[in-house]
């Protein structure tokens, strides 16, 4: 039996129309995305292999590197077979070389300590009460006066 329905059976797999993606991620063993930056960055934080299913723009070049670098699987996302979606997730998840690369990946993501580096230069860059620019000053731009 494949392993999302002994999950399933188990009690062990639910869904929900809203949840708290970084308050739960550190509590799942594998990550089916739409590859979004975020998600890709959670899951490698936390050294989960990954299936993809891209929807467009960075997804989709995430989803590729994931496959192509075997952190993870690409499926077509409207036109995968049930089998390829239930066999990723056994093969990804019986993959004992797979999850020490990736815990060892996720070492210097979580030494990062982006989430304490980001504000202070962010406030640096756009200080409180003053708008981040958004490009270049127009007397910076070729042919401005």
Request: proline fraction near 10%; glycine fraction near 8%.
């Amino acid at each position: 039996m494949p392993y999302v329905c002994r999950a399933v059976a188990a009690g062990a797999a639910a869904g929900e129309a809203f949840l708290p993606q970084p308050a739960i991620i550190g509590q799942v063993d594998l990550v089916i995305t739409h590859g979004g930056n975020n998600t890709v960055t959670e899951a490698f934080h936390h050294g989960l292999p990954m299936i993809v299913l891209p929807l467009f723009w960075d997804q989709v070049d995430n989803a590729q590197r994931i496959d192509e670098t075997g952190f993870g699987r690409r499926l077509a996302t409207y036109d995968f077979r049930d089998a390829e979606l239930t066999d990723a997730i056994d093969e990804l998840l019986a993959d004992q070389s797979l999850a020490g690369r990736l815990a060892a990946m996720s070492l210097p993501v979580r030494a990062s300590s982006g989430t304490v580096r980001a504000p202070p230069l962010l406030t640096r860059a756009a200080p409180p009460g003053h708008p981040a620019p958004v490009g270049p000053a127009p007397s910076t731009l070729t042919g401005c006066p």
